[in-house]
């Protein structure tokens, strides 16, 4: 009997035991969860530390310090080539020896004022005979740049009246005929004082150089001139929308003409819009022609909202290349038979984010930075093209060779460590977005004419971005706009090598006295434009 009760009791104990061993169980495996989930977050904060340390106080280019050596990039090499490259030779080391006349290049083109130094009359006299020195040579000790500050002045147009001496004496004082001169349109009018020059500086200052227009207001104070900044702001959107909008509308036809084109976007603040709040985020797109185009343009828009609908609308039958980074927004172009080319340098800048997540000593073994050297190649490879300075179908054929072996191998590579990535990682980002944009990486591959990145469009955004630092934000869509006109005229000047103040001024000074129809005479590329506004050669 009591031994049947010790079994009764074991067997108790044993099912009891049994179920908080269960029940430990599957609070074990909650807590191995929990642990990998803290993990990965933890992860995530440390990346994004780092990510910040090395944007706070780390070099800002995406150059790699070591080249990491693939098997698939021998094979490209070795890929048959019908290009013939230079041969290599080895240059023994040399001093380098400085090139003559290099100073007297530096004043070419500058007018030149000579200070000839004598000596007193009283002093003229010849040490050894008393005799009167004469002057009997010349030396040039040194030449000095001079700066002549700018120069404010008031300008009177006085306009001629003309009247007949005959008429005078033969008709009625009622009847004499009187003739007036003409007298230009002006820029603004009833401003009285803003000339052609005047509104050109003002426009230069903030468009060019980023000066807010509350300190150009302080530096006008300091000569003597008091122009408020609302009034300054409000010169602006005239001249804007009255003067430089209909050139705008020819260069937005131009734009269309081309059949390569890129884009880009950034935010814009602006404080009074109807329907929106001060703190929503507006957008300024970019629209700029290619490297090859014979007519260098680049178009501002200002919109509200980053939609899609902006770009198809901007470029409405539009049916040609173009470059832009990974949105997808602008894929709805496709649907009007645009070629989307998206930029392998924004695929690169993820892997080189990825890697600058990482420990320095842990990064040359990566896989961040197997695809970040995979990326390297590729431009490593177009460097080559362009020293061998191949025309457009040859290079064609030459990625056929070379870069499409490459990036062939970079999405397989990428493809198969799709499955076993952390997408919300930065490595397992970039893995992400090349993968899924793999379809218009390789549209560049279609055309000799195109190129790897987007980088013509963001270095031409970025005058824009700079001075948004300063001026921050606009005070009402109408200057919004505005500025997208002046940012257009003068990044379109600049691209055809053009003085911007220069061009702004002659077209102030042409605009309001031409026609319409004679517009197209004011473009940046026209002959006497250039020769008026060219920038001087060094």
């Excluded at 320095?360 to 695809?371: E, H, L, Q, T, V």
Aim: with cysteine.
């Amino acid at each position: 009997m009591l031994d049947i009760v010790r079994i009764l009791c074991y067997n108790k104990f044993m099912e009891n035991n049994t179920k908080n061993i269960t029940i430990t169980r599957e609070e074990y495996n909650k807590l191995l969860s929990r642990i990998a989930e803290l993990e990965i977050l933890n992860n995530w904060y440390l990346e994004q530390h780092r990510l910040a340390q090395q944007r706070r106080f780390g070099a800002s280019n995406e150059r790699s310090e070591n080249h990491l050596q693939l098997g698939l990039f021998d094979e490209a090499e070795i890929t048959a080539d019908e290009i013939s490259e230079p041969e290599l030779e080895e240059v023994t080391a040399h001093k380098r020896k400085k090139r003559k006349g290099k100073r007297d290049e530096f004043y070419d083109g500058l007018p030149t004022e000579r200070i000839i130094h004598e000596l007193p009359e009283s002093e003229r006299i010849c040490p050894e005979c008393g005799g009167d020195l004469h002057a009997c040579g010349h030396e040039v000790l040194r030449r000095e740049v001079e700066i002549i500050p700018a120069q404010i002045k008031a300008v009177e147009h006085v306009q001629t009246v003309y009247g007949c001496r005959n008429c005078e004496k033969n008709s009625d004082a009622d009847s004499l005929p009187m003739i007036k001169s003409n007298v230009p349109t002006p820029v603004i009018p009833g401003s009285g004082i803003a000339s052609p020059s005047l509104l050109s500086f003002i426009m230069c200052n903030k468009y060019v150089l980023a000066l807010p227009l509350y300190r150009q207001e302080q530096e006008l104070q300091r000569v003597g001139i008091h122009i408020s900044r609302q009034t300054m702001a409000n010169w602006i959107i005239y001249g804007a929308t009255n003067r430089l909008e209909p050139l705008y509308e020819l260069l937005h036809q131009e734009i269309l003409k081309p059949d390569i084109l890129h884009a880009d976007e950034t935010t814009v603040q602006v404080v009074k819009e109807d329907g929106r709040t001060a703190s929503q985020k507006s957008y300024m797109w970019m629209y700029h022609t290619g490297k090859d185009s014979d007519k260098h343009i680049a178009l501002f828009d200002y919109q509200p909202t980053r939609h899609g609908e902006h770009p198809q609308e901007f470029l409405s039958g539009y049916r040609g290349y173009l470059h832009v980074d990974g949105y997808s927004g602008y894929k709805k172009l496709e649907d009007q038979g645009t070629t989307i080319v998206e930029c392998w340098a924004h695929a690169r800048r993820k892997f080189d984010e990825a890697l600058k997540t990482l420990p320095k000593k842990d990064r040359i073994n990566s896989k961040a930075y197997i695809g970040f050297e995979y990326c390297n190649k590729l431009f490593e490879l177009e460097r080559k093209f362009d020293d061998l300075n191949l025309t457009h179908e040859q290079r064609k054929q030459s990625r056929e060779l070379k870069s499409k072996s490459v990036a062939d191998a970079f999405f397989a590579w990428a493809e198969s460590l799709l499955p076993h990535i952390m997408p919300k990682e930065k490595f397992g980002a970039a893995i992400t977005y090349a993968v899924n944009q793999k379809k218009w990486l390789l549209n560049f591959l279609l055309d000799g004419r195109l190129e790897l990145s987007n980088n013509r469009a963001e270095r031409s955004i970025r005058p824009f971005t700079i001075g948004r630092k300063n001026w921050l934000f606009s005070f009402s869509a109408k200057g919004a706009k505005a500025s997208a006109i002046v940012y257009s005229i003068i990044e379109t000047a600049q691209a055809n090598g053009l003085v911007p103040m220069l061009y702004l001024q002659y077209l102030f000074e042409t605009l309001p006295n031409i026609p319409v129809e004679r517009f197209s005479e004011c473009l940046p590329w026209n002959q006497k434009v250039q020769e008026i506004c060219k920038i001087p050669k060094p």
